[in-house]
């Protein structure tokens, strides 16, 4: 029996620990390669880490509310396959690819080094300044000195980015307050909720998943100015071409035709062909990204939001961009996705359509540079041409909504992405429009 290390795996760009939140085993446990062993959660998702061979749990180094670093040792399990030749490929894999994340966060933080290299790191008082603080307070202009007049909720009295930006936005409000003291509020916090409460309303505290869409909603406004263009698709041929196809395709694959990877397949051609929409944004920096990387924002079963990521759709046919769609969906109601299923994307699709909505007004998932709304396909009556003249006829038409950041793409791009994508569903047969 070889004992072998449990390691925390590479967690998603940027992401270099987690919290231990429950572990699913206890020491002495038997557990089969793939059996979920301890859930785990992060700023972006919360995940499990499978077994990654059959044996017993030895022990368990990580207990439950502990912050562990990417690999860094979880636990220890006893197994007969530690010395096979597959689970040492297994493991040099997993291995390899932490040293990857590892000299990818590495390479994302030389430039917050660098701005941070006029602070210490620490205060005169002690209190440990970690490089992504001390690059905001250098943004900020904050010296070392003011620093150290804030409360670190830290280990050991550490200021943690929640510390420096609670300190930012009090330093803000008492400045704004100042400036314009009549108005100024001085009820306390119990006094505002009590005013803003009518006898028989709930409250409802938001959980963390909720706090963090919330988050990332406000700094994406706050980033990007939004600029929102509308277009409506004919789409009666891909309607007909769809319902003739469906039930054959779910012979032969095995799988459901819906709209959602057709979104998708379009997205990604009218992507490949205007590659400056698939972009983002680094300060004065535009980077062109070289993979397509399409979210689907999904809807939870608990009412939050989560964007599992297909990565390379451009380099996928219809059969599988639909397995992928179908499997990333079914899992992600399940709290079954993998770290680096929901990061990477460089572009992202939200279909209103799903609740009947016409259209909508989609925010930017930041850092990407533009979103895609699909609503409903409705029957109209609309004009069309005909030989012998204009005429109405019953035709399937949706609206496509595509919500841009201005700093960096124009009208004028935003609406020729926007119209090609149109022109491919209006002519799509799940072949190269």
């Not at 400056?276 to 079963?301: F, H, Y």
């Amino acid at each position: 029996m070889a004992k072998m290390n449990i390691l925390l795996p590479a967690m998603g760009e940027g992401v270099i620990e987690a919290t231990v939140s429950k572990w699913l085993v206890s020491e002495g446990s038997e557990v089969n390669e793939d059996d979920p062993l301890v859930e785990v959660a992060t700023d972006k998702v919360d995940s499990e880490v499978p077994s990654p061979a059959e044996g017993k749990i030895v022990s368990i180094a990580a207990r439950e509310g502990t912050v562990v670093r990417v690999g860094e040792v979880l636990a220890v399990i006893e197994s007969n396959a530690g010395n096979t030749p597959g689970n040492d490929i297994k493991v040099d894999k997993e291995v390899e690819r932490i040293r990857e994340t590892i000299t990818e966060i590495r390479n994302e933080k030389k430039k917050v080094e660098e701005v941070s290299r006029s602070l210490k790191s620490r205060t005169p008082s002690g209190k440990f300044i970690s490089p992504l603080v001390r690059s905001i307070a250098a943004n900020e202009g904050i010296g070392y000195a003011e620093l150290d007049t804030v409360t670190g909720t830290g280990m050991d009295g550490r200021i943690t980015r929640d510390d420096i930006l609670r300190y930012l936005n009090a330093t803000k409000k008492a400045r704004a307050e100042s400036e314009f003291p009549e108005k100024k509020d001085t009820r306390t916090t119990a006094e505002k909720s009590t005013s803003l409460q009518s006898p028989g309303d709930e409250i409802i505290e938001m959980d963390r998943v909720r706090k963090l869409i919330a988050e990332h909603m406000v700094l994406s406004k706050k980033t990007s100015p939004h600029v929102t263009s509308f277009i409506d698709a004919d789409v009666t041929k891909l309607v007909i071409w769809r319902n003739s196809v469906k039930d054959r395709f779910v012979a032969a694959e095995g799988q459901k035709l819906t709209l959602t990877p057709i979104f998708v397949d379009a997205a990604a051609r009218a992507l490949y062909e205007f590659p400056m929409i698939n972009i983002s944004v680094d300060g004065n920096n535009i980077i062109k990204r070289k993979n397509i990387n399409i979210g689907m924002a999904t809807a939870l079963p608990d009412g939050n939001l989560i964007v599992p990521v297909i990565k390379n759709a451009n380099e996928k046919n219809l059969t599988g961009l639909a397995k992928n769609v179908n499997d990333l969906a079914e899992r992600a109601r399940k709290n079954k996705l993998k770290p680096d299923e929901i990061t990477g994307g460089t572009f992202t699709i939200t279909n209103f359509g799903s609740y009947n909505n016409l259209a909508g007004t989609p925010i930017i998932n930041q850092p990407q540079a533009a979103i895609l709304g699909t609503g409903a396909v409705r029957k109209v009556p609309a004009v069309v041409e005909t030989p012998e003249g204009d005429a109405i006829a019953i035709r399937h038409i949706m609206i496509l909504s595509l919500s841009y950041d201005h700093r960096v793409i124009d009208g004028a791009l935003a609406g020729r992405f926007l119209n090609r994508v149109k022109e491919i569903l209006e002519n799509y047969s799940g072949e190269t429009a």
